[in-house]
């Protein structure tokens, strides 16, 4: 059997290369992207956290989640759109007017 | 401030790192074996029970939330301007 | 019988709040002093039915406010907070009255805040819980930095943010001794309190000499920063020199510092880890603080800053008086705190007067003054001869008292503080003889003395002066009776 | 009985003039001459009283008047009328009232008489409110209600630059004595308050009798001062005389006498004469026992007073101010009544009477010299003897008082007969006394300075007399005879003077003895002085035949020498005195007592540390309230550039910090 801690660590895995691309990305698009992968890690630890505890609540949790992802991909997408239009690009680095 | 790459990616092995120990060193609390279920390996019925009974409220929240979201995205989307 | 102690606050309280809504200078100026004069009937009430010859609390009222915190709104009068009581509901009345003529921008806020200040200051008089002492500790900022900062001088600014959070920076570490103090009691007695009398008895039994040394040092910084004694003192010839007239009385009024002393860290001294090396540390402060402020304030260009040094010169005597631990040397500190306030109080009028006749401040650019303002050359005579410790005024009989007595077991720094005697009596003479006195200055044009009001309210502050000077036992005897109390509390711990 | 129901009476004296001073301070300017009445009466009242009680005591000297209330805490007030404080009462009121009632004329034409006679009647209540005190805080107290008031008179004319510093400087000088004093009394009261154990209800610890009944316990506790075992007596008598010099003007502290003749003449008079100065030999004969049973303080008391009289000696014979010569000869004498005091290590109790009696004399020709040099300052207008001269001629009555307050002063008398002036009996009674110490203890050190001040003494006065009324005028002034408010009262001084002396010579001295052993205090002399280790010679009269006429050879040889010089002008003075002769120039800058006080010690070193005070340490101080103030501004300034506002870097703050945090916590929890 494989052990739980396997499904664990592959999930960390995916979720740190998802954190990667966030930190370094400058895109909008690839950014939701990335935060996807970082979103289906968690969805992954849920499905096997119900797997090896016999239950099956984290599974619909998995469901809920991704339901969820969808309605945050639209969102981004669209303020993505709205952004492009206002300054001709996406790139969130230079979209800094919000510091200080 | 410059995106620095080096520094990402060290940040997220750190952080790869503290979690793979974490979950690693943590004994979890699974059950032995695995639930055998050759006859049926799939566990739609179950979800589905589940989903319709105990977690009705928050689905239908979910689908309110996605409702939501999908008349803000076209409107955003759209845009002012054009109609 | 009337709950004097809660009304002393009410009163001015309501009134402030009535004031702040008035439209004209009259009106604000008449409200302002109807509530201070109110004020000072249930003060002379209060002393009236005052029994001096009990250390017990009086006039107490108690109500729950927070049961599982153990809080409670817990009032009462005792014979270290009626004399202060006296005074600032006193010199009040007198100080408005004093301001009547003068023209400024939004009296009604001017004459609001003095009210305010006045509640909240007899607030921290009568407060016995902890919480309830530490909101009016904190409510008597508001006043003076509104006071400083809207109608200050040029520095204004400055001076009442620099005042604001110094203070405020010492008010919250002893926010924080407080709590140490409750949290710490809690858990020795499994009951939480911030009763001040109760907090204070616990203190002794806690275990840790670390703690009590930590609870007692962040409670007694926030007192001494207050007061202020050296070296906490820098925000002082600021703020006191920037502010109005009306603003520097206030801060002479605000007696919260020294209060604190003796109802909090005094009878918590005796218990504190290492008592003597405490009781050295204040002696130092004080006597170091006499002859500092009095030494600083003999090179100082400004009567204004002249006169808030003698301040700290002054303020040091009541810090050295409570060091000596003396029944007669502690009462000897509380009498100079009242003294203080009446005596800073003409002094800080005169100067107020000076400025506002001569438009200069800078004692150079004065001079010969008493040919054209011959009753504020009196006054102000009075003032800087009681504020010199001379004899039949009430200077000298606090000053005498700290002095004679504190010698008992802190001989040195008496001396150190003897030697600043001297040194106060030259700068005060050097000031009235290059202001007021010699060849008249022609260059300040044709000036005015100063009005009918103004000469009532100082020569009535002054006569107190005088009174209490030649008959001091009306407020010395229940500061004694209370001494007794703080003293052979120590006494029976060996110290 | 009439004498219980004076003695009831006795509050009034002080009170009066004090009540003249608030009439005539508020209502004077209304009344005619400045309310000089109010003050007038009410001194006279006093003066009756106290000459009253005076009587009263002479017949019975044993039962004085005293009196104890309560004023504050554990102090009382009270009321002691003792021989010393009759006499002192009744020369006080009297002299002061002849002062006020030449002053009515001599400050007529002053707009600020009001505030005039309001200040001196308090400065008179001042004074007998010291002289009666029966504790030594009383005595403070009225102590420096006297500087005060010297304060406000000396700077009546406020307007004048150097009347307003004359002022300061005196009130600053007394102070640094008053100090001294101040510190005395607390020593004295934290020992008394050890010896006896805290306070108990009804005994007053300051009240003198209660003070000397401890005087054995005090000179038994030894104080270690800078390797010196010093007895707590002969520290707190020692703290006690510095306030007395301050206060009677004696070396190092009387620079501010001199100077203190910017006030009217008037007031003059007052200081040197009635108040003020005699009170620092009041205190110091007021508590006597203590001197007496201290070791050593004795002696400093007789140094410095003889040091004292002969120093302020050689500056009055080179000044060129009438005023400025009596005052320095005020100094010259205060410090003869502090050598007679002193002189008790040798002659015991008989040293108050001759101190006192010298005082009283004192009082009576100085306040006359200082009289006449008023009416000839007012009637001539300057007060330099070089632009004076030939003046008795227009002044008769002016010259012919004062030529007997000269004769007082240089004490002109027959030894060995009851006929002289008042300043023979009293200043020859403690130059044989100084003999007699020398005698007894081989040490002729107060003996010398006494007849070299005697010798100067006479050269200064007779200086003055023969510059001012002989000879011909040396300016161009209109002088006229002083109205008669004026001459009564010098013309009642110099009978005083002439006779006073004489006629009371013994009667004073066996009088004043009972001041220590009375109803009120019961000491045995004898004892305290073996306690201070000083040895009492037995009674005089077996002195050699010159010692007695020593005094009066030498005063004659001064007025010859005056003589001399000043009136027959054979010698040529201009080579010996001018600014090139180094003793000339010494003498005539008073000893750079100016550039030594004030350049060197207060400009200097006082203010140098001033200075160090306000401008290094201050600033310091405020820097580093300042500075915590600038490093938060700086620091917040800097650090929100922290907020990029790009996401990126916040994602990868927020994870670094999570694992960072983590990491953290695991640490601790394996620590602990």
Request: some cysteine.
């Amino acid at each position: 059997m494989i052990p739980l801690t396997f499904y664990l660590g592959l999930a960390a895995l995916l979720f740190s290369i998802g954190l990667y691309g966030v930190m370094t990305n400058k895109n909008g698009i690839r950014m939701i992207m990335c935060i996807e992968l970082m979103l289906n890690s968690a969805n992954l630890n849920l499905v096997a956290f119900s797997s090896y505890t016999d239950t099956l609540n984290g599974q619909v949790f998995a469901i809920f989640s991704i339901a969820l992802a969808a309605a945050e991909a639209a969102v981004g997408f669209a303020i993505f759109m709205a952004i492009y239009r206002m300054h001709d690009k996406i790139n969130l680095d230079e979209l800094n007017i919000l510091r200080w | 401030m410059k995106i620095n790459r080096p520094l990402a990616f060290l940040v997220a092995l750190l952080f790869t790192a503290v979690i793979v120990v974490g979950a690693f060193g943590t004994s979890w609390n699974t059950v032995s074996e695995l639930p055998e279920n050759p006859t049926d390996q799939s566990n739609i019925e179950g979800i589905g029970m589940l989903l319709f009974t105990h977690y009705v409220a928050p689905f239908e929240v979910l689908s309110i939330v996605l409702l939501a979201s999908l008349i803000g995205a076209i409107y955003m989307a759209k845009g002012e301007g054009n109609q | 019988m009337l709950p004097v102690a809660s009304l002393l606050i009410l009163v001015p309280l309501i009134f402030a709040a009535v004031t702040f809504f008035t439209k004209t200078k009259e009106q604000a100026a008449g409200l302002g002093f109807l509530g201070s004069l109110v004020t000072l009937g249930l003060t002379l009430y209060a002393y009236m039915n005052f029994d001096s010859s009990t250390a017990a609390m009086q006039f107490f009222e108690s109500i729950e406010w927070i049961p599982s915190l153990g809080v409670n709104y817990s009032v009462g009068i005792d014979g270290i907070s009626m004399p202060l009581i006296l005074l600032i509901s006193i010199v009040i009345p007198f100080l408005i009255l004093y301001s009547w003529k003068e023209d400024r921008e939004a009296p009604n806020r001017f004459y609001g805040l003095i009210l305010t200040m006045q509640a909240a200051v007899i607030g921290v008089f009568v407060a016995l819980d902890f919480l309830v002492f530490y909101i009016f500790w904190e409510l008597t900022l508001i006043p003076l930095f509104f006071m400083v900062n809207i109608w200050g001088g040029e520095k204004r600014v400055h001076a009442s943010y620099k005042f604001f959070i110094y203070t405020h920076v010492a008010s919250l570490v002893m926010l924080l001794g407080i709590f140490g103090l409750f949290y710490a009691s809690w858990q020795q007695t499994g009951i939480p309190t911030f009763d001040i009398r109760e907090l204070v008895t616990q203190f002794q039994f806690f275990e840790s000499s670390l703690l009590r040394d930590a609870i007692f040092l962040s409670i007694i910084f926030g007192f001494l920063a207050k007061m202020p004694a050296f070296p906490f003192h820098s925000w002082l010839p600021d703020a006191y020199s920037e502010a109005p007239t009306a603003g520097s009385v206030l801060f002479v009024l605000l007696k919260i510092g020294g209060y604190g002393l003796f109802r909090i860290s005094l009878p918590m001294l005796p218990n504190t880890g290492n008592p003597d090396l405490m009781i050295t540390m204040l002696g130092f402060l004080g006597s170091f603080s006499i002859l500092y402020g009095a030494l600083v304030a003999l090179r100082q260009k400004d009567l204004k800053r002249m006169i808030a040094y003698s301040s700290l010169s002054h303020m040091g005597f009541v810090t050295l008086g409570a060091a000596g631990l003396v029944t007669l040397s502690v009462s000897g500190a509380m009498f100079q705190q009242f003294s203080h306030g009446l005596i800073m109080s003409i002094l800080f009028m005169s100067a107020g007067a000076i400025q506002t006749s001569a438009g200069t401040r800078i004692i150079n650019n004065l001079g010969g003054l008493a040919k054209k303002m011959p009753k504020l050359t009196v006054v102000m005579m009075v003032g800087f001869m009681a504020s010199l410790g001379l004899p039949g005024l009430t200077g000298f009989i606090a000053e005498f008292l700290v002095l004679t007595f504190s010698y008992v077991n802190l001989p040195g720094f008496v001396l150190l503080a003897l030697l600043a005697i001297v040194i106060t009596a030259g700068y005060h003479l050097w000031a009235m003889q290059r202001a007021m006195f010699g060849v008249y200055n022609e260059k300040l044009g044709d000036i005015m003395d100063i009005n009918s009001l103004q000469v009532f309210s100082m020569a009535a502050i002054a006569l107190l002066v005088l009174y209490f000077g030649l008959n001091p036992s009306p407020v010395l005897n229940m500061m004694i009776t209370n001494s007794e109390a703080i003293v052979s509390l120590a006494a029976a711990l060996g110290v | 009985m009439v004498k219980t129901a004076l003695e009831d009476f006795a509050f009034l004296i002080p009170l009066l003039p004090a009540l003249a001073f608030v009439i005539t301070f508020f209502f004077g300017r209304k009344m005619p001459s400045g309310g000089a009445i109010v003050p007038i009466l009410a001194i006279a009242a006093s003066f009756v009283i106290s000459l009253m009680i005076t009587l009263g005591l002479l017949e019975n000297p044993g039962e004085v008047v005293s009196q104890s209330y309560s004023w504050f805490a554990v102090l009382n007030i009270g009321i002691l009328i003792d021989p010393l404080a009759a006499v002192m009462l009744s020369m006080v009121s009297f002299v002061s009232l002849l002062i006020h009632i030449y002053a009515v004329s001599y400050m007529s034409h002053d707009p600020g008489k009001a505030r005039y006679f309001a200040e001196t009647a308090l400065f008179t209540a001042a004074m007998l409110s010291l002289v009666l005190s029966d504790n030594i805080l009383q005595l403070f107290v009225s102590w420096e209600l006297v500087g005060l008031c010297s304060y406000l008179l000396i700077g009546f004319w406020f307007e004048k630059p150097s009347a307003a510093a004359a002022a300061k400087k005196a009130f600053l000088t007394t102070r640094i004595g008053d100090v001294m004093f101040l510190t005395g009394i607390i020593v004295l009261t934290s020992d008394l308050l050890k010896l006896a154990g805290g306070f108990q209800d009804g005994v007053y610890l300051l009240r003198f009798d209660e003070i000397f009944s401890y005087i054995p316990q005090l000179a038994a506790l030894q104080a270690n001062i800078l390797g010196f075992e010093v007895s707590h007596l002969t520290l707190i008598t020692l703290l006690f005389f510095g306030g007395a010099v301050g206060k009677s003007g004696q070396f190092p502290l009387h620079v501010w006498l001199p100077d203190a003749m910017e006030g009217p003449t008037t007031v003059s008079a007052l200081i040197h004469a009635a108040t003020m100065v005699t009170a620092g030999v009041y205190l110091v004969a007021r508590t006597f026992p203590m001197f007496i049973a201290a070791p050593d303080s004795l002696l400093v008391v007789a140094y410095l007073g003889g040091f004292t009289a002969l120093f302020a000696g050689t500056m009055g014979i080179v000044m060129n101010d009438l005023k400025r010569v009596l005052a320095f000869s005020t100094i010259s004498q205060l410090g003869y009544m502090m050598l007679g005091l002193g002189l008790g290590s040798a002659i015991g109790l008989e040293a108050v009477g001759i101190s006192i009696f010298h005082l009283i004399n004192h009082a009576f020709f100085k306040a006359l010299l200082f009289l006449c040099a008023g009416s000839v300052i007012h009637a001539v207008g300057t007060q330099d003897m070089r632009e004076l001269g030939g003046v008795g001629k227009v002044m008769p009555i002016t010259a012919a008082t004062m030529t007997i307050a000269a004769l007082a002063l240089a004490g002109f008398g027959i030894p060995g007969t009851s006929i002289g002036t008042s300043g023979f009996f009293s200043k020859d009674a403690i130059i044989e006394a100084a003999y007699l110490f020398g005698e007894h203890s081989n040490n002729w050190i107060p003996y010398v300075f006494s007849i070299a001040a005697a010798l100067l003494t006479s050269i200064y006065i007779f200086r003055l007399i023969f510059m001012t009324f002989t000879g011909k005028p040396r300016s161009d002034y209109h002088g006229h005879e002083s109205p008669a408010i004026m001459t009564i009262p010098l013309s009642i001084l110099a009978l005083f003077a002439l006779v006073f002396g004489g006629l009371t010579k013994t009667g004073f001295m066996s009088f004043l003895e009972e001041t220590f052993a009375n109803s009120f205090v019961n000491i045995d002399i004898g004892s305290l002085a073996v306690i201070g280790q000083n040895e009492l010679v037995e009674a005089a009269g077996h002195e050699p035949v010159f010692v007695l006429w020593l005094p009066l050879i030498v005063a004659v040889v001064g007025l010859a020498v005056a003589f001399v010089i000043y009136y027959l002008r054979i010698v040529e003075l201009g080579p010996i005195a001018s600014m090139k002769n180094p003793i000339y120039r010494l003498l005539y800058k008073r000893y750079y007592q100016h550039e030594i006080y004030t350049e060197f010690f207060s400009l200097g070193i006082v203010y140098g540390v001033i200075a160090f005070f306000s401008q290094v340490l201050d600033v310091i101080v405020d820097s580093i309230v300042e500075g915590i103030g600038i490093l938060t501004v700086g620091a917040s300034e800097e650090l929100r550039k922290i907020q990029t506002g790009v996401v990126q870097s916040y994602a990868t703050a927020v994870i670094l910090g999570v694992s960072l945090l983590i990491i953290l916590v695991k640490l601790i929890m394996e620590v602990l």
